[in-house]
């Protein structure tokens, strides 16, 4: 069956960066790409972006232009959403997704990240 | 950017009992809308794509409907699995993605 796995909650200080990895099993993994979504506390849903795992291109939520890099390494069927000069503000849950770009079909049981000094 | 409203923000309802929730669009997105459940501590899952196609394994119960800017998620006998909140998002201005503020379905 489909799963996406991410990693373990992070605890980060304002200024720090963070990385998120997502690893997908269960499908042809490059016939699908990867959406970031994030939770914050009390708020909605917040798309960040996607990533294509069948050539790499990506697409960045216009907020997070300047601070998000996603990656994917199709040999372990692994991606990776890193997020710099973090704030408090960013503490939140973020998830990841199996997605053409579109809506996201099957999703990752979320990551924790708080920022605290 | 596309601004999704939902509403009501919160919904009390009863086992057995019918849920409509309504999602709004600022303008038109066609069909491109999805609607998701969230329940906390589990992995958020997609229940209609295209404003009106159940996702795999989603009862028949839930039902999606609307286009342009209008859209309705109605569950039409509320089961205890049901009570959570509900996202809609519109993929209509990719990758401009937008989602609603949700909303909470709770036991009246």
């Known amino acids: 069956q489909v799963q996406l796995v991410q990693s373990g909650a992070e605890v980060k200080k304002p200024g720090a960066s963070v990385k998120v990895s997502c690893q997908a099993s269960?499908?042809?993994?490059?016939?699908?790409?990867i959406m970031w979504v994030r939770q914050t506390p009390g708020q909605g849903l917040e798309w960040m972006g996607w990533?294509?795992?069948?050539?790499?291109?990506?697409n960045y939520a216009q907020k997070f232009q300047d601070r998000v890099t996603m990656t994917t390494d199709t040999s372990t069927r692994t991606s990776y959403m890193e997020l710099r000069s973090l704030t408090s503000d960013d503490t939140a849950v973020y998830y990841c997704?199996?997605?053409?770009?579109?809506?996201?079909?099957?999703w990752g049981q979320g990551t924790l990240v708080t920022v605290s000094s | 950017e596309i601004v999704m409203t939902q509403s009501p923000a919160t919904l009390s309802v009863s086992l057995g009992e019918r849920a409509t929730l309504s999602c709004r669009a600022s303008q038109s997105i066609s069909s491109n809308l999805a609607w998701y459940q969230l329940k906390p501590g589990q992995a958020p899952r997609l229940l209609i794509h295209g404003a009106s196609t159940r996702a795999a394994d989603i009862p028949a119960r839930i039902s999606g409907s609307g286009s342009g800017t209008e859209f309705t998620l109605t569950i039409s006998s509320l089961q205890s699995e049901d009570f959570a909140v509900y996202y809609c998002q519109q993929f209509n201005n990719w990758p401009l993605v937008t989602f609603g503020g949700g909303t909470k379905v709770e036991i009246k």
């Open positions: 997704a199996r997605s053409y770009g579109d809506y996201g079909s099957y």
């Open positions: 269960g499908y042809t993994f490059v016939n699908y790409g």
């Open positions: 990533i294509s795992s069948y050539n790499l291109k990506t």
